[in-house]
């Protein structure tokens, strides 16, 4: 079964610091883009920062110079360090990416985490 599941969610203090995980799982051929979104209550699903395979990243402007995304392709995995906690950024991550297997190219989403930063 191929799938993406986040962890490392989370409450944390204005200015704080958290580290989510996405791992993707499977019987994989490939892992094309990969990438953080956050929804917060009552306003839509956002892009946090992508990643693509050779290492490309985009950021959302209010997160540029607080967050940081990294891979594994080795390890199928997808991180978002994320610095400077701020009220605003309380909202449940999401890991997105396009995962190729063997019978099948499709873009998945993970369950997931909740991220909430406190005043």
């Known amino acids: 079964q191929v799938q993406v599941v986040e962890s490392g969610g989370g409450l944390v203090q204005d200015g704080g610091s958290l580290r989510l995980s996405c791992v993707a799982s499977?019987?994989?051929?490939?892992?094309?883009?990969m990438g953080w979104y956050r929804q917060a209550p009552g306003k839509q699903r956002e892009l946090v920062a992508a990643?693509?395979?050779?290492?490309?990243?985009n950021y959302a402007d209010s997160v540029k110079g607080r967050f940081t995304i990294s891979r594994a392709n080795a390890k199928n995995t997808v991180d978002l360090q994320m610095n400077s906690l701020k009220p605003e950024d309380t909202a449940v991550y999401y890991c997105?990416?396009?995962?190729?297997?063997?019978?099948?190219?499709?873009?998945?989403w993970g369950q997931g985490t909740q991220v909430t930063v406190s005043s």
């Open positions: 997105n990416a396009d995962l190729f297997s063997l019978t099948n190219a499709k873009n998945y």
């Open positions: 499977g019987n994989l051929v490939s892992i094309q883009n």
């Open positions: 990643i693509t395979t050779g290492g490309s990243t």
